[in-house]
């Protein structure tokens, strides 16, 4: 598949604040990255480390606790809302989230204590800065 340049590309980083462990990163980025293809996105993967200490025996490392989603611009606010939704799940976990469209791109951080009207003034924010339409 070839990417469109108007399909938006979501970096997402797990960060968990209380003390956790490799593995427990690894089970709650692979329990988003299967939540995250139930939605209608065009991809979703786990960033590839691309900086291997020498002398590695790591066939392909991958950087823990962060995802590459890759979505059409339609989708993208149901993803924001599921992402929201996510954190608020587990106390303790944040997913920082830069959204990449073109030449545009916005970082954001969930969770974040949110109603649902301010949750879409936050993504319907979000969509505005990445819209084409917005001038510099």
């Known amino acids: ?3 469109d340049v108007n399909m938006a590309t979501l970096t997402l980083s797990i960060d968990t604040q209380d003390d956790v462990d490799a593995d427990e990163l690894n089970r709650l980025t692979g329990q988003l990255r299967a939540e995250l ?3 209608d996105v065009e991809s979703v ?3 590839r480390d691309r900086a291997v200490p020498e002398g590695a025996k790591v066939l392909d490392p991958v950087t823990l606790g962060t995802l590459i989603v890759v979505v059409l611009p339609t989708v993208l606010p149901k993803v924001m809302e599921f992402i929201q939704a996510w954190t608020l799940r587990d ?3 944040t997913v920082k989230i830069k959204v990449q469209r073109g030449d545009r791109s ?3 951080e969930y969770p974040k204590a949110m109603t649902p009207e301010e949750a879409k003034k936050h993504i319907d ?3 505005d800065e990445l819209s084409e339409k917005k001038h510099h």
Request: net charge negative.
């Open 1 to 3: 598949m070839s990417l």
């Open 37 to 39: 293809e139930d939605l």
């Open 45 to 47: 993967g786990f960033m």
């Open 91 to 93: 106390e303790g976990h």
């Open 106 to 108: 916005i970082e954001v």
């Open 125 to 127: 924010l979000v969509m």
